[in-house]
């Protein structure tokens, strides 16, 4: 979860530096403080709420009840996770074309780019 939300804060960051956009810090931060909590808030419910109705075999050492949660919880990540890097990559892809197509105009002004900047 960590390395997608820093990909994603990586994209806003590179709008705001490379297409001279106006980002500040909290529009960088947002899309990840949200993805990261909707995580977070998921898992612990999940925890939570198996405690409560497992009390009596929260000690037990045995496998009873324990891989619903386990499967509930992986589940539960997965399908967040997935949506992360559904999101992820419509952002890149976006930004990939805005800046091809910002590559293309400047070649087209006749302004010389640095070789390296979009291969």
């Known amino acids: 979860m960590h390395p997608l939300c820093a990909a994603i804060q990586s994209i806003f960051v590179c ?4 297409e001279k956009k106006k980002i500040r810090v909290g529009r960088i931060v947002l899309a990840s403080v949200i993805l990261h909590g909707t995580y977070d808030a ?4 999940i925890n939570q709420s198996w405690q409560r109705s497992h ?3 929260y000690f ?4 009873n009840g324990k891989i619903g ?3 509930t919880s992986g589940v ?3 399908l967040i996770l997935t949506t992360g890097i559904v999101y ?16 293309q105009r400047a070649e ?9 900047f979009l291969t």
């Open 42 to 45: 998921a898992l612990l419910f």
């Open 108 to 116: 087209i002004g006749g302004i010389s780019l640095e070789s390296g």
């Open 60 to 63: 037990y050492e045995g496998t």
């Open 76 to 78: 539960t990540s997965m």
């Open 88 to 103: 992820y990559m419509v952002l890149s892809r976006a930004q990939y074309s805005r800046l091809r197509g910002k590559q």
């Open 55 to 57: 009390k009596e075999n």
């Open 69 to 71: 949660i386990a499967l």
């Open 15 to 18: 709008k705001r530096d490379l």
